[in-house]
């Protein structure tokens, strides 16, 4: 595997209105620093890594500025403004990126305890598979409901939960957003693997960990703090 082949996208445009908090979650504090730096600090420190974009709300864009001046290999990061859903915030940080890196791993600054073990499958993977997300199998029994009534049940078995990182080369996915600009989707797409899935790209699976969930509720603070 080429050491150095792989850059970061870190959506951070959200503003975790789910927390009850006046700041985005992702700004709140967690086991001593904000939560974004968990995971951004992590990749920073990986020469697997040559580059990061973090795409930030625009009217935080100061607040990180000023909070990333002493951050550890400055020379790796740049911010963007993200857009007004997840995926076009990951649609600017993936267009902005300019190292030689042929693949992008998107994650989730609200997960903060990405392991390295998942990191670097994730790029194992990439190089001899292909695209990839990170995932949880189902564990509970899976029931499929309309207006408060079940309809069926589900092969528990076949479902998995999706995490991050996502993974795919660069080019493909820029290829990709360039399409979507002339054909619009349909849907809103929640992840990156389900704009490569509605264009017909393989996506693999990486085992998640349950240390990789994400943060949207103050419960889920409690939990990991």
């Given at each position: 595997m080429?050491?150095?082949n792989f850059a970061v996208v870190l959506p951070a445009g959200g503003l975790g209105k789910r927390m009850g908090s006046n700041i985005p979650k992702q700004l709140m504090e967690l086991k001593g620093k904000r939560v974004y730096l968990h995971s951004l600090e992590k990749f920073l420190s990986l020469d697997e890594i040559v580059e990061v974009v973090l795409a930030v709300p625009a009217e935080w864009k100061t607040a990180f500025e000023e909070d990333l001046s002493k951050i550890p290999h400055p020379e790796k990061l740049k911010i963007v403004i993200g857009g007004s859903e997840r995926w076009e915030s990951v649609k600017n940080g993936v267009n902005a990126l300019t190292s030689d890196a042929q693949y992008v791993l998107v994650h989730d600054v609200a997960r903060p305890f990405l392991s390295e073990r998942i990191i670097k499958d994730v790029c194992s993977t990439l190089?001899?598979?292909g695209a990839c997300l990170v995932a949880k199998p189902a564990v509970d029994t899976i029931k499929v409901a309309r207006d408060g009534k079940v309809e069926k049940t589900i092969d528990r078995n076949t479902v998995w939960l999706a995490q991050t990182p996502q993974a795919a080369n660069i080019q493909v996915?820029?290829?990709?957003?360039?399409?979507?600009?002339?054909?619009?989707?349909?849907?809103t797409p929640t992840d990156e693997a389900s704009i490569l899935e509605y264009f017909g790209i393989p996506v693999y699976i990486v085992k998640g960990e349950a240390a990789n969930d994400k943060l949207t509720s103050p419960e889920d603070f409690a939990r990991f703090s």
């Open positions: 080429d050491k150095k190089v001899n598979q996915l820029k290829e990709l957003y360039s399409r979507m600009e002339k054909e619009p989707l349909h849907f």
